[in-house]
């Protein structure tokens, strides 16, 4: 069975640029949640969606955006990009919207110059 | 918003063991995760802790006690591949839909 995909792997864009970050869950996960993780740091929580619903929001401006598909892939959409979101993004599923594990994607580096 | 705290490095040779310390503050708790991640791969799932003391899975354990807002993860005939970031995350009981984490502690294994 597939685990958590995400694509692109790396990116390089420029500032002010906008981006788009795939992921597709586990077969049969409905939650997707998005996670930022700055090198030397833990993943910091962005969006979780739950049954095509947005259901949290971390402490993200509004430059970052997020929606879920019928089929549970999800897109993050970041704008007018700054050099600080630099970043490794991980998309992570799991079964229920307060399950006890998610697992994680091997994430997307961008890497803004 | 939780604080939570654990040691930035750790080193131990083959064999031996080593306890990751993690200390947190939340209003609810609902629940303690600890992650692996290799250098330049995704977090895995080690362990979860919600009710208070250790938990065995082969050669990780994890402890939780929760009037001290503390946990340990407790890796037992270390190995060199075990060699890591390891990440305390905990669960809020008002934001259940995400986890906080910690930064990690690295672990080196030495031969």
């Known amino acids: 069975d597939a685990g958590v995909t995400q694509s692109p792997t790396h990116l390089i864009k420029t500032r002010g640029q906008h981006v788009t970050l795939r992921c597709s869950p586990i077969?049969?996960?409905?939650?997707v949640s998005w996670y930022q993780q700055v090198l030397g740091q833990g993943p910091q929580f962005i969006f979780q969606y739950y049954e095509k619903e947005e259901r949290g929001r971390g402490n993200f401006p509004d430059r970052f955006s997020a929606r879920q598909f019928p089929n549970y892939s999800s897109e993050l959409n970041v704008n007018a990009l700054l050099l600080g979101d630099s970043a490794l993004y991980l998309c992570?599923?799991?079964?229920?919207?307060?399950?006890?594990?998610?697992?994680f994607g091997q994430g997307t580096r961008l890497t803004v110059v | 918003g939780q604080n939570i705290d654990q040691p930035t490095e750790m080193t131990a040779t083959e064999g031996a063991i080593v306890q990751i310390n993690c200390t947190y503050q939340?209003?609810?708790?609902?629940?303690l995760f600890w992650y692996q991640q290799h250098a330049g791969e995704a977090p895995t799932f080690l362990s979860y802790n919600v009710l208070d003391g250790l938990e065995e899975k082969g050669r990780f354990s994890s402890f939780l006690s929760r009037s001290k807002g503390y946990s340990y993860l407790l890796l037992k005939e270390l190995q060199m591949k075990d060699s890591a970031s390891y990440l305390c995350a905990v669960r809020d009981r008002g934001n259940d839909y995400k986890l906080s984490f910690g930064a990690g502690t690295t672990v080196t294994v030495r031969a």
């Open positions: 077969s049969g996960h409905k939650s």
């Open positions: 992570a599923s799991s079964s229920g919207q307060f399950n006890t594990e998610a697992f």
């Open positions: 939340t209003s609810g708790f609902n629940g």
